[in-house]
């Protein structure tokens, strides 16, 4: 496996925290004891994931079994399930589309929703019960002036309709959705080119931002390539390339222009920009030249013209002496070649043969402007340059005596652009390659240069800049699986946000991704690499929306002992304690209860927690205090928080949409104007006066409890209890009557009652980070089938990864509906 | 006579500054057949977007036409009142919520240069319709070397659902050159000069081109061909990113063939330093943007701008002037005095930089002997009228700049509420030479904007 240098320092911290996770979880000795006990404890490590990797080889057998002497009992319940969808369309949802919709969208109507008869032809209409739905879900419908539809009812109807017209066959009808072809976003791009390249290309941080969706900035759809995009990428390429491969610094130019009346000596000609020189009369330019060569001096210039002489002038440098005729009367260009030696020189015009008869004729000479311009002589040096490794990996083969140019240059060529397409470069690739590159050579570009050109046309291509998935004709209805490169093209950015390495591409290129043995240990080894920070980061970073913690601002005139420092080691502590998580393969609910977390000793004073000394993060044991999980990180906490205030809706919300999966629905549009009467009291009775209003209730009632379980916490994530005076009330009631009071109640529902919730959710954001797309309803077959897996499983981190990469929308293509 | 022009005209400043292209491009011969009529100075149009609404009470004038006083938003853009009007009574329908539900940040930022309506999705088949300032800038694309500049303050969102069930593609950008072609913004004052003006730099000496900086259209020209050849093998749903990318390629390429249109006048020349990168102060940020905008106009890189204050829904603070609540969260006042007052800060603060814009643009004088500010048409405003309601008629809506002689300034105009914000657009589009006959819902141009009224 080839292990980059260069990961940005930020990637580290993990490696090292984790690292001292093991350190603690496999020996007493004290940390940092030597070399030889880091190697030991690493070897153990990894004894430790080929445990795992063959427990996970053993479910799936076992898996594999049981399907096959289950079959028989699938079709049928498949049949049973098909049953009671009818039972619910007729009974239960045929009555409530009678009493709530069929009014107006009866037969002939624009919309019509009393055309199908049965469960199985709403299906077939699905699009137009999905949009349904999703009115039903707004609450924009019933209308205002319809029947009226109250929350409980609403919330059921919903439920019923969609059973009915989004349930999906995964047996006979499965669909492993499309994604929409995936630009690399900013990270992956520049972790391509530095994994590519050796070259670490930072401004790829200024990049225009990748737009969001579902969450993710790798979201196939709304990922888009503006001409602004475009115009970066090239000048990417353009350094890329001239870091990577060793060429000799292009020659100097000079150039300067003045005009007519700016030249020395000029102000006594001068009119306007222009020298008018009536009779004899001198001007000069004077320059600065950084070397010796032969430079052209341009002047433009027009003449009024009389006598039998053209206007003449005499340009002398030092010894040099020429004279240019200004024969036309109309402003023309005249240009000549002059020697001149580096430093300080000075170039002067004359004017040399003024002709005047009073009333008749006059010469004169006008001077509109002078230009000196030159090219240093190529730099030939005899010393043989300091290569960068780059060049050296790079450029393997050079045009020798067995070797043509062409023939070095497909060499090298076809190795690069294989690796920067992810897969083999084809022979007429190579083949325009290899003529775009001897071009260059022709033109008189160096073999070097010629290869930097060819980089270029790669790094700009959409072979590189997209994750290509070739569709052939035959697999267009069905689902089917993706070449063995692209399969390794989405696991790599999925778990390192790179290209895949060499190891990965050999698996490909063998065949041996599909021998499920096999890919389970490289998943298992690509998690325990450092690249998988990668994941960490922007998956974590962006479920948990710890990427929004830059821009949470809070008051820090009221937060007196916030700070960006603390902001940024909250980040951490999340990043870390995910990471660890991951790493150590505990059960994916321990995110949410975990008792420990990974603090320095200026994060766990902020916390209020003892005994933490120095600035290197360690795995702290927060047992007997008041935290644990993630819910009680500063981070989370401060994310969803006001500027000035705690924010229960906001914290309630968060939970709802990122642990639970059930985003409440969005505020209806128009709210109505609040013409209430001023709210009093403790916020938690300000909300409960807003809860009165029915409009509000049905989605506060879920999230406020949730928010308020938090309050011990303030908007910076510190520990309180007392707010405005008051002591904090922690305490909720959810509307299906579950009580809870406080953080650690809060979590042990979701980890408990709610855990099964709690796996779907995380399954299926993880998902769509994985292949970059939205989930629609026909992934439910997959998920369901991840979730009951990992189940199977404790839970455990590795294998939910593992089983997201097995599953059917990450290995397959399937088609949009 | 022609004045002669310098083509190493200096910007001295500190760091790189900007000097006149070079060789054969600006020789003077050249410069003699472009300078020699007196041509009309071209028209220019910028949208500025600010997000969340208005606080109404202190914006909308009580009275009508010239007379108007000057309500305490306009207070810092006072000095420029005979130089704009102040447009009342726009609507903007496609931000309305068509049963679509929430989301109404989203919508309003997407449908205010669009006059769309956007489908709902976090992203699978994004979809809006084609933005005014796109439309125009195909039509007269030839006239400049950017055909348009898309810029703003704020980042695209990070992570998580950017509102309600739209992606967060709809909330960050404005402009949109095809239905599923949202325009990045750029940030960068410093990456906008480096656009404007790349590699002329004022230094007599430098280095010449490198080999790989030479054929960069070479390159452009092959990875075309890759790209034509792949369309073929793709479906779709990827052919439509494959065209978009075939787009920018051939954007890019006509850019390299067109930077002979880069000319400045000898009177017109920008004096300005590379700004080193975004400020930290929000302030500094917006009028060194504006200061890019300007130099962008005054140079005719570009005819046609688009700015977003910062992004749909943008719940930044501005300590700045005092309020440390953010913005979004203020909006929604539930007629709240405090959060009101809060909201109209932020106004002032923004109609303070636009006075800034404005300023700039008016020290600009052009060939024809008006000012930058006289040549074009700045709009300035919202999707949203009252944060709290989240309503889109009666938007707040200025519309700075003569317009080259078409727009009688220094107004009040007040139309009957309802009237398209399209009707506005379908209007300048005209004045810019864009033939159109209609333009999102408008139901036709907007008038009095000539005539004293």
């Not at chain 1, 998988?532 to 948990?544: I, P, T």
């Not at chain 1, 660890?580 to 505990?586: P, Q, T």
């Not at chain 2, 913004?185 to 790989?212: C, H, I, N, Y």
Request: hydrophobic share 35%; glycine share 8%.
């Amino acid at each position: 496996m080839s292990r980059q240098p260069g990961h940005t320092s930020p990637d580290y911290w993990l490696t090292e925290s984790a690292l001292k996770l093991r350190l603690r979880v496999f020996s007493n000795r004290r940390l940092g004891e030597n070399a030889f006990l880091v190697t030991l404890v690493c070897e153990s490590w990894r004894a430790v994931m080929n445990r795992i990797i063959k427990w996970l080889i053993a479910s799936c057998l076992a898996l594999n079994a049981l399907a096959f002497t289950a079959c028989d009992a699938v079709e049928q319940t498949e049949s049973e399930a098909a049953k009671e969808l009818e039972e619910i369309y007729q009974d239960r949802v045929i009555p409530l589309l009678r009493t709530y919709c069929w009014d107006c969208h009866g037969a002939d109507e624009e919309v019509t929703l009393n055309g199908d008869a049965s469960a199985v032809e709403v299906r077939a209409n699905r699009d137009v019960w999905v949009r349904a739905l999703a009115q039903i879900r707004n609450g924009s419908m019933p209308p205002p002036d319809g029947p009226s539809l109250d929350a409980s009812s609403r919330v059921e109807f919903q439920k019923l309709l969609k059973d009915v017209a989004t349930s999906v066959d995964c047996v006979n009808d499965p669909n492993a959705g499309k994604v929409a072809m995936r630009r690399l976003n900013r990270n992956e791009y520049r972790n391509t080119v530095r994994d590519l390249t050796g070259v670490d290309y930072a401004p790829a941080e200024g990049f225009p931002g990748d737009d969001v969706g579902y969450g993710f900035d790798n979201i196939g759809d709304v990922l888009s390539l503006p001409p602004l995009l475009m115009e970066k990428y090239l000048k990417a390429a353009i350094q890329i390339t001239g870091e990577a491969i060793y060429t000799p610094p292009a020659p100097l130019v000079y150039e300067i222009q003045k005009q007519g009346g700016q030249l020395d000596g000029a102000s006594r000609f001068a009119r306007g920009s222009i020298a008018a020189i009536y009779s004899r009369g001198t001007v000069s330019l004077t320059a600065d030249l950084p070397f010796s060569g032969r430079f052209k001096l341009t002047l433009r210039a027009r003449g009024d013209q009389a006598g039998d002489q053209p206007v003449r002038v005499e340009v002398v440098s030092g010894k040099e002496r020429q004279v240019v005729d200004v024969p036309s009367s109309q402003p023309r260009e005249y240009s000549i070649w002059l020697r001149l030696a580096r430093g300080s020189r000075k170039i002067e015009m004359t004017f040399i043969n003024d002709y005047y008869v009073a009333g008749k004729a006059d010469r004169n000479l006008h001077l509109m402007s002078v230009r000196l311009e030159g090219q240093q002589d190529p730099v030939v040096s005899n010393i043989a340059p300091d290569l960068p490794a780059s060049h050296r990996r790079i450029i393997f083969a050079n045009p020798s005596e067995k070797l043509t140019a062409d023939q070095a240059t497909t060499a090298v060529v076809s190795r690069f652009a294989s690796r920067a397409f992810r897969r083999p470069a084809t022979n007429s690739e190579v083949e325009r390659l290899v003529k775009l590159a001897s071009q260059v050579r022709e033109d008189g570009g160096s073999f070097e240069a010629a290869i930097q050109v060819a980089m270029q046309a790669i790094l700009i291509s959409p072979h590189f800049l997209f994750k290509v998935e070739q569709s052939t004709p035959e697999d267009r209805v069905d689902s089917s699986p993706i070449s063995p490169y692209e399969l390794a093209t989405r696991i790599s950015y999925f778990l390192w946000s790179s290209m895949p390495d060499d190891e990965l591409l050999l698996m490909a290129h063998q065949d041996h991704l599909k021998d499920e043995r096999r890919l389970l240990e490289k998943i298992g080894r690509m998690i325990q690499d450092p690249r998988s920070n990668q994941f960490v980061e922007h998956f974590a970073g962006q479920w948990l929306q710890l990427r929004n913690l830059d821009s949470a601002e809070p008051d820090k005139s009221i937060f007196t002992e916030y700070s960006d420092e603390v902001r940024d080691l909250m980040r951490r502590e999340t990043m870390t304690f995910f990471a660890g998580v991951m790493r150590a393969n505990l059960p994916v609910t321990t995110l949410v209860t975990a008792d420990f977390s990974y603090l320095n000793e200026t994060l766990a004073r902020y916390y209020g927690i003892e005994g933490v000394r120095g600035e290197q993060f360690r795995k702290v044991s927060l047992k007997g205090i008041q935290r644990g999980g993630l819910l009680t990180h500063g981070s989370v906490l401060t994310v969803t928080s006001n500027p000035t205030r705690t924010s229960p809706v906001k914290r309630g919300k968060w939970i709802l949409d990122n642990l639970l999966n059930a985003p409440p629905p969005s505020a209806p549009p128009d709210v109505p104007d609040l013409e209430k009467e001023q709210l009093h009291g403790t916020l938690r009775e300000r909300m409960e006066q807003h809860r009165q209003n029915p409009a509000c209730a049905a989605c506060h009632q879920m999230m406020d409890p949730l928010g308020f379980a938090l309050e011990n916490y303030d908007a910076v994530g510190r520990w309180r209890d007392r707010e405005g005076g008051e002591p904090v009330d922690a305490s909720g009631v959810l509307p299906d009557g579950t009580q809870f009071r406080g953080a650690r109640e809060l979590r042990d529902l979701l980890a408990e009652g709610r855990k099964e919730d709690f796996m779907r959710c995380i399954t299926e954001k993880m998902l769509i980070y994985a292949v970059g797309r939205g989930t629609e309803y026909y992934d439910q077959c997959a998920i369901d089938e991840i979730v009951e897996k990992v189940g199977q499983r404790d839970n455990q981190f590795a294998f939910l990864i593992a089983e997201i990469i097995l599953s059917d929308p990450f290995q397959k293509k399937g088609h949009r509906e | 006579m022609p004045s002669t022009l310098s083509r190493r005209t200096l910007l001295r400043g500190i760091g790189t500054s900007v000097a006149l292209p070079m060789m054969h491009v600006m020789s003077p011969t050249r410069l003699l057949s472009a300078a020699a009529s007196d041509e009309e100075a071209p028209l220019r149009m910028a949208f500025l977007y600010v997000p969340n609404g208005m606080h109404m009470a202190d914006w909308t004038p009580d009275q009508d036409g010239a007379g108007y006083a000057i309500t305490p938003t306009f207070a810092g853009i006072e000095k420029h009142r005979k130089s704009f009007n102040v447009l009342t009574g726009l609507t903007l329908d496609g931000a309305r919520a068509h049963g679509d539900g929430g989301g109404d940040h989203a919508l309003s930022v997407e449908a205010f240069l669009t006059g769309a309506h956007p489908r709902k999705t976090n992203g699978t088949d994004i979809q809006n319709g084609v933005s005014i300032d796109q439309v125009t800038a195909e039509q007269i694309v030839k006239a400049t070397r950017f055909s348009s500049l898309e810029l703003g303050l704020e980042a695209s969102a990070q992570a998580g659902n950017c509102d309600s069930g739209y992606s967060c593609a709809y909330a960050s950008n404005m402009s949109w050159r095809g239905p599923t072609n949202p325009v990045a913004k750029e940030m960068d004052p410093g990456a906008v000069f480096d656009r404007l003006f790349s590699g002329q730099t004022s230094k007599e000496s430098r280095r010449a081109k490198t080999t790989r900086e030479k054929y960069r259209k070479s390159v452009l020209d092959f990875v075309l061909e890759d790209a034509k050849r792949l369309q073929k093998t793709l479906p779709a749903v990827d052919r439509r990113k494959l065209d978009e990318y075939l787009y920018s390629v051939r954007d890019v390429e006509s850019r390299l063939l067109g930077v002979e249109r880069l000319e400045l006048t000898e009177e017109g020349v920008p004096d300005f330093p590379r700004p080193p990168g975004v400020p930290q102060e929000l302030k500094e940020h917006a009028e060194l943007m504006f200061d890019m905008m300007t130099l962008a106009m005054q140079t005719d890189s570009t005819r046609i701008l688009s700015f977003m204050y910062a992004n749909a829904g943008s719940n930044r603070s501005y300590p700045e002037v005092g309020v440390n609540e953010g913005h979004h969260a203020s909006s929604h006042h539930g007629k709240s005095e405090q959060k009101q007052q809060n909201i109209a800060k932020i106004n002032r603060f923004h109609v303070d930089r636009l006075s800034y814009f404005l300023t700039r643009l008016s020290q600009v004088r052009e060939a024809n002997g008006k000012t930058l500010l006289d040549n074009s048409m700045v709009v300035y405003g919202s999707g949203i009228s009252d944060g709290d309601r989240h309503n889109h008629d009666d938007l707040p809506i200025v519309l700075a700049g003569s317009g080259a002689g078409r727009i009688q300034t220094g107004r009040h105009i007040r139309y009957e509420n309802g009237t398209p914000l399209c009707n506005l657009y379908l209007w300048m589009m005209r004045q810019m030479g864009a033939e159109a006959t209609h333009f999102g819902d408008s139901t036709g141009e907007l008038d009095r904007l000539g005539s004293l009224s």
